[in-house]
C-alpha cells in the first residue's frame, strides 16, 4: 500500500513536527509538504478555521491533504489569544502575551493550553475528518529556550509530570512525544493505518 499525503502549510516547522512522527509509523506513507499560505477564516473555533483551509488546499492539491490550526489559549486573558493565535504572533509575538500578563504573578492564574485541529481532505469521497489535540500546561514568567517556534518559548507543558520546561528547551523528539500536534496526528495516523480511507 502506497500512500501519498499532503501536508498544506506555510510553516516548515509544523511539516518537519508532522513528517517526523508520521513517516514510518505508517505502513507506505510518503508525507509531502504543500506549502502554501492558506486563508485565515475568523470564526470561533478552531474547527471551523481547519475545515476552511482544508477546503481552500484540496482545490490546490491532486492528492488527499490535511492542514492544521492550533491556538493558544490563556483563560485569564478571556482566552485570547486563541483563534487569532498567529495573527496575534505576527503583531505582538511572546513578548507580547508576557507584557498582558505582567501583573498576573500568582502560578495558577498564569494557566494556559494549546488546541489544534488537524483536518484531513480524502479526494475520493470529498469527505472530512477532524482529529484534536490539547495539552495544558503554563505561561511563564519569561521566554526561555532557543527550539521550538511560535509561543514555545513562554509554554510549559504539564506534561511529563513536573515539567518546567518550556517547549522551546526541550528537545525535538521529546516535545514530539506530548505536544497538542502530536495528539492530533496520532489520531491521524490511526486513521490512515486502520485503512479508513480505503487508499
Not at 503583531?91 to 501583573?103: E, F, N, P, T
Not at 498576573?104 to 484531513?120: G, K, M
Amino acid at each position: 500500500m502506497v500512500i501519498t499525503l499532503h501536508f498544506a502549510t506555510g510553516n516548515a516547522h509544523k511539516f518537519e513536527e508532522a513528517r517526523a512522527y508520521l513517516e514510518g509509523s505508517v505502513h507506505g506513507l510518503t508525507l509531502k509538504h504543500l506549502k502554501a499560505n492558506l486563508p485565515e477564516l475568523q470564526a470561533d473555533t478552531l474547527a471551523e478555521v481547519a475545515r476552511y483551509k482544508v477546503d481552500a488546499a484540496a482545490r490546490m492539491c491532486a492528492d488527499d491533504v490535511f492542514v492544521e490550526d492550533a491556538g493558544l489559549f490563556v483563560p485569564v486573558l478571556n482566552g485570547f489569544p486563541g483563534v487569532f493565535s498567529a495573527e496575534v504572533m505576527r503583531m505582538l509575538g511572546c513578548k507580547g502575551i508576557l507584557k498582558l500578563m505582567a501583573d498576573v504573578t500568582e502560578p495558577a492564574r498564569r494557566a494556559a493550553y494549546f488546541e489544534v485541529c488537524t483536518c484531513l481532505f480524502i479526494k475520493r469521497t470529498g469527505e472530512v475528518k477532524e482529529f484534536m489535540g490539547h495539552v495544558d500546561g503554563t505561561i511563564s514568567i519569561e521566554e526561555r529556550g532557543k527550539g521550538g517556534f511560535g509561543y514555545d518559548p513562554i509554554f510549559i507543558s504539564d506534561d511529563p509530570a513536573g515539567n518546567t520546561r518550556t517547549f522551546a528547551e526541550m528537545g525535538f523528539e521529546e516535545k514530539n512525544r506530548v505536544s497538542h500536534r502530536t495528539q492530533s496526528l496520532r489520531k491521524l495516523k490511526d486513521f490512515l493505518a486502520a485503512g479508513a480511507a480505503s487508499y
